[in-house]
């Protein structure tokens, strides 16, 4: 069973700002503030009024806006800037806008599945959730459903704040209710997506493969997603050229994820140099990138001679290539910041031997493609792949971030500054906050704010730390 953990807002009440979408955010007081309802006089002043809720990640935050025609927005707070997604009344398409600190605003339309049918996947209808799902990863929520996918942060910065807001473009009494923040072992809401396969024979459903197929059944109904189509390009004996040319054209249709499966197996085969396959990918990764999709490569299984399968399969050799060409395709993972997967850590050792022992599946029918069962096996792996990337893990880790210390944003007051050592921060798994490297000293006397940390990483109480300068040691609030 899911737990659920309910986080209290006597830490840090929600903030109340207006602004046009700029770095400062003027603090205001709602017309009604209650414990279960927000409300605002709306008059024809053409800002937005946000009520901001601290979280970590790991953390979502959801409310319901009252019947009126007015304007619904959620806006994702970060050490780096604000991001945001609104929408008018009625049946519109939204609007993604985001801006960095200092930098100008920029806003793009954005629509999504349901919206222009139903009304319950209208901004106007629905319940709104605003979701951390890591520190640097957020979503968005209609009535329960991403129709915004887990997407990562402007710049890279953490999340900071979900804010729920209204726009003053009319006089409207605009209601907020019942928001609360939770935190979840698992996020599901997942909605329809479409995958895509580039390969060779290993996944060719009219040669040798099918474990799309089960691929798919898997990641049906997984956290709510839905399979709503597999377009599967692979194309036996395709090498790593070929697998790039499938793609070309936009071939991939509407697909959201592209798996590219086994690709360097024919290049081996073939002697081709390991820089080749590389650059194959690497092009390959780029074309995905720009046409918006998400790849997943998996790493080529291994295989085994005819003479060790007496003579069942195809010509095999180059094992050597194949070492090398492996070590190529994972440091490529690595460099483009993709997801990857190696097979053969999945099907476990591939020996001739398990073809002669009824008791053992031996992976491979031939040697060199999967038997039914193999094709299963792979077809969960890259389930389980695809669905870490859908619905990532939620977490509050941070391993190390610096603290913001200049311009609108900056933690420091009074004075102090970075040093040598330049302050940052981490955040463990379990939430726990903790400050690293040093400040050059401002303002000393008793009472000065030194940092103000964002509400969301703030203690439940009071907090006293021993501090010593070189002459006299003191205490910090």
């Known amino acids: 069973m899911e737990r659920v953990f309910a986080r209290s807002f006597n830490r840090d009440p929600s903030g109340h700002c207006s602004s046009n979408i700029s770095d400062a955010w003027t603090p205001e007081a709602p017309s009604v503030k209650t414990a279960g309802q927000i409300t605002w006089a709306l008059t024809n002043d053409n800002l937005w009024h946000v009520a901001w809720v601290p979280v970590i990640g790991g953390e979502e935050v959801t409310g319901g806006f009252a019947a009126g025609a007015f304007t619904r927005a959620i806006f994702?707070?970060?050490?780096?800037?604000?991001?945001?997604?609104?929408?008018?009344?009625?049946?519109?398409?939204?609007?993604?806008?985001?801006?960095?600190?200092?930098?100008?605003?920029?806003e793009v339309p954005?629509?999504?599945?349901?919206?222009?049918?139903?009304?319950?996947?209208?901004?106007?209808?629905?319940?709104?959730?605003?979701?951390?799902?890591?520190?640097?990863?957020?979503?968005?929520?209609?009535?329960?459903?991403?129709?915004?996918?887990?997407?990562?942060?402007?710049?890279?910065?953490?999340?900071?704040?979900?804010?729920?807001?209204?726009?003053?473009?009319?006089?409207?009494?605009?209601?907020?209710?019942?928001?609360?923040r939770v935190r979840r072992d698992e996020q599901g809401g997942k909605t329809g997506f479409h995958i895509g396969v580039l390969g060779n024979s290993l996944s060719?459903?009219?040669?040798?493969?099918?474990?799309?197929?089960?691929?798919?059944?898997?990641?049906?109904?997984?956290?709510?997603?839905?399979?709503?189509?597999?377009?599967n390009l692979a194309v036996s004996g395709d090498n790593t050229l070929g697998i790039y040319n499938q793609a070309l054209g936009g071939a991939l249709g509407n697909s959201n994820y592209a798996v590219i499966f086994a690709p360097g197996t024919n290049d081996t085969q073939q002697a081709v140099p390991t820089s080749t396959t590389t650059g194959n990918l690497n092009a390959l990764i780029d074309l995905l990138h720009a046409e918006g999709r998400t790849p997943l490569l998996a790493i080529d299984p291994l295989f085994y001679t005819t003479g060790l399968g007496a003579g069942s399969g195809f010509t095999t050799s180059?094992?050597?290539?194949?070492?090398?060409?492996?070590?190529?395709?994972?440091?490529?993972a690595i460099t483009k910041g993709i997801a990857c997967i190696d097979l053969q850590q999945v099907c476990g050792p591939i020996m001739?031997?398990?073809?002669?022992?009824?008791?053992?599946?031996?992976?491979?029918?031939?040697?060199?493609?999967?038997?039914?069962?193999?094709?299963?096996?792979?077809?969960?792996?890259?389930?389980?792949?695809?669905?870490?990337?859908?619905?990532?893990?939620?977490?509050?880790?941070?391993?190390?971030?610096?603290?913001?210390?200049?311009?609108?944003?900056?933690?420091?007051?009074?004075?102090w500054t970075g040093t040598t050592l330049p302050p940052s921060y981490s955040i463990t798994g379990d939430g726990f906050f903790r400050l690293h490297g040093f400040l050059d000293a401002g303002t000393k006397t008793d009472g000065t704010t030194i940092i103000n940390l964002p509400a969301a990483?703030?203690?439940?109480?009071?907090?006293?730390?021993?501090?010593?300068?070189?002459?006299?040691?003191?205490?910090?609030?």
């Open 318 to 332: 180059n094992y050597q290539l194949g070492a090398a060409r492996r070590a190529a395709q994972r440091k490529l």
């Open 352 to 415: 001739a031997n398990y073809l002669f022992d009824p008791a053992v599946d031996s992976v491979l029918r031939d040697n060199i493609h999967q038997t039914a069962a193999g094709h299963k096996m792979m077809g969960v792996a890259i389930a389980r792949a695809l669905m870490a990337m859908i619905a990532p893990k939620p977490t509050p880790a941070i391993r190390l971030a610096p603290i913001q210390v200049s311009g609108a944003l900056s933690w420091l007051a009074n004075g």
């Open 457 to 477: 990483y703030r203690p439940l109480g009071h907090r006293v730390a021993a501090c010593r300068d070189q002459r006299q040691h003191s205490s910090s609030n």
């Open 76 to 106: 994702i707070r970060t050490t780096k800037g604000i991001e945001y997604v609104y929408a008018l009344a009625g049946n519109v398409a939204g609007v993604f806008g985001n801006k960095g600190v200092g930098n100008a605003v920029s």
């Open 110 to 180: 954005f629509d999504w599945t349901g919206r222009s049918t139903h009304q319950s996947y209208q901004f106007q209808f629905a319940e709104l959730c605003g979701r951390a799902n890591q520190a640097k990863k957020w979503s968005l929520l209609l009535n329960g459903s991403e129709v915004l996918f887990p997407r990562n942060t402007l710049n890279g910065g953490e999340v900071i704040a979900i804010g729920f807001g209204v726009f003053g473009d009319q006089s409207i009494s605009a209601v907020l209710t019942d928001l609360v």
């Open 204 to 231: 060719d459903p009219a040669i040798h493969g099918n474990w799309d197929q089960w691929m798919r059944e898997y990641l049906d109904y997984s956290l709510g997603a839905r399979v709503i189509s597999l377009t």
